[in-house]
């Protein structure tokens, strides 16, 4: 069984200060089958992994530069995150393929550098509002995906995690339907297993993420493909975020 995989994306929010505000608010009863992670910004890591460390609750970063080292100004090697306590690396969110001019093919570089320094890589895929106005999703999932394959000789041993990020719904308030956001699970999972199999394509948990709030995450991990959420927004309010973990469990206990 996929454990599901409730995840914070911090963006560039929250200084040391506020970070330590935010755990002194935020209080949560964890489930063994729901892991709990923040991905927060690189300044906050070493504050995060002394306040996190021993509670089971993990924490990330939110991009990588897929070099062990380097002359490489202002960037941040995997064994950095990893000496950081990172368990898991945001790749490819939307944010940095939109404003930083993230090729596809260096987000995969990204994704295969995590994982080969034995990190959980979290690559981030979806279409933006033309291309699903234009009937473009399936394709731009399949040229995101793609540019994955292409990085590995054979399937992948050890986890990735790919997050289904609609980029017309990031922020926005408007999330996917939790039916529409199924058939593109189902529809990456197909990908995978195409390209490496069923068992792995079994095995690999699909998140979806943009505007998941508290009142509406169980309708979305409810869903036979969705495996966990990744939240932006709502994952910066202590109470909010406590929620939506809350509803998460239920969902496991059902
Ligand atoms: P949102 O952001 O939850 O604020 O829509 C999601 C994300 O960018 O990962």
Redesign the pocket.
């Known amino acids: 069984m996929r454990r599901t995989l409730i995840?914070a994306?911090w963006?560039m929010n929250h200084t040391v200060a506020e970070t330590n505000v935010f755990f002194g608010n935020f209080t949560v009863s964890l489930h063994t089958d729901i892991e709990l992670l923040f991905c927060v910004p690189f300044t906050d890591l070493y504050q995060t992994k002394h306040i996190l460390k021993d509670t089971g609750i993990k924490w990330g970063a939110q991009n990588v530069f897929p070099a062990p080292k380097g002359a490489y100004t202002g960037e941040i090697s995997p064994y950095m995150l990893k000496e950081a306590g990172c368990t898991y690396v945001?790749c490819g969110?939307?944010?940095r393929r939109q404003i930083l001019k993230e090729s596809d093919e260096f987000v995969a570089k990204k994704v295969k550098a995590v994982y080969d320094n034995g990190m959980i890589p979290i690559l981030?895929v979806g279409e933006t509002e033309a291309e699903r106005k234009a009937g473009k999703t399936k394709e731009r999932l399949q040229e995101e995906t793609q540019a994955i394959f292409l990085q590995f000789e054979e399937p992948p041993t050890k986890e990735i995690v790919i997050?289904y990020?609609p980029i017309w719904?990031?922020?926005?308030?408007e999330?996917s339907s939790p039916e529409k956001a199924e058939e593109v699970a189902l529809y990456i999972r197909e990908l995978i297993s195409t390209e490496w199999g069923k068992e792995t394509s079994q095995k690999i948990r699909i998140l979806y993420?943009?505007?998941?709030?508290s009142n509406n995450i169980s309708s979305f991990i409810t869903q036979k493909n969705i495996d966990g959420?990744?939240?932006?927004?709502?994952?910066l309010k202590p109470n909010e975020l406590h929620k939506i973990y809350q509803k998460a469990s239920i969902k496991e206990e059902e």
Do not use: D, F, P, V
């Open positions: 995840a994306n963006k945001i969110h939307s944010e981030c997050a990020e719904a990031i922020g926005t308030g999330a993420g943009g505007s998941i709030q959420c990744l939240i932006g927004g709502a994952g």
